[in-house]
């Protein structure tokens, strides 16, 4: 039997979660990568005030996490090309994009496919594994 991953979503983007992605990524799978909102003793007095409504902020810790990924051990499983197909966000906003089965749905599915097209493996965005 042959499947099809067209994405995979990976809850929590600390070590084990931002190291999953880079080698999904590095497949060509594209991923989104959630964590939690930061709880204020994480954040500045002025993250702080501004964390209700500023999306930067409130996706600071998966992008931190893609950032040391990028960086750190997971640099090596992280090609640049992969890092652009790891869309990352936070669960009070974007769980909603893990369940969205990449080309069927209006919402981010088209930045998805646009960007495995440019994807150099002949496995193109999506990886065939048999089972
Ligand atoms: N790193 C390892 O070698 C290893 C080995 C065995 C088991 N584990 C377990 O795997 C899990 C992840 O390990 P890690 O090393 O990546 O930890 P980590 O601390 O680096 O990352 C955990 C991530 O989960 C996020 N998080 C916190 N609360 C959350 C919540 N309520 N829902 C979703 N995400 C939340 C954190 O913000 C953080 O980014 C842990 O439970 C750990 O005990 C890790």
Same mark, same amino acid.
């Given at each position: 039997?042959? /499947?099809?991953?067209? #994405?995979?979503?990976?809850?929590?983007?600390?070590?084990?979660?931002s190291a999953i992605a880079a080698h999904l990524a590095g497949c060509g799978i594209p991923?989104?990568?959630? +964590?939690?909102?930061?709880?204020?003793?994480?954040?500045?007095?002025a993250e702080q005030k501004k964390v209700a409504t500023d999306k930067k902020i409130r996706n600071k810790l998966a992008s931190s996490s893609l950032e040391a990924a990028a960086e750190g051990q997971a640099a090596r499983l992280l090609h640049k090309k992969a890092a652009d197909i790891i869309e990352i966000g936070n669960f009070d906003d974007d769980f +909603? #994009?893990? #369940? %969205?089965? %990449?080309?069927?749905?209006?919402?981010?599915?088209? =930045?998805?496919?646009? /960007?495995?097209?440019?994807?150099? /493996?002949?496995?193109?965005? =999506?990886?065939?594994?048999?089972?």
């Open positions: 039997m042959s /499947r099809t991953i067209r #994405k995979a979503a990976v809850l929590g983007s600390g070590v084990m979660g991923v989104v990568m959630l +964590d939690i909102v930061p709880f204020p003793n994480m954040l500045s007095e +909603d #994009k893990s #369940k %969205t089965p %990449t080309g069927s749905s209006k919402s981010s599915s088209n =930045a998805w496919t646009s /960007r495995s097209r440019s994807w150099p /493996r002949s496995t193109s965005s =999506a990886a065939r594994i048999r089972s």
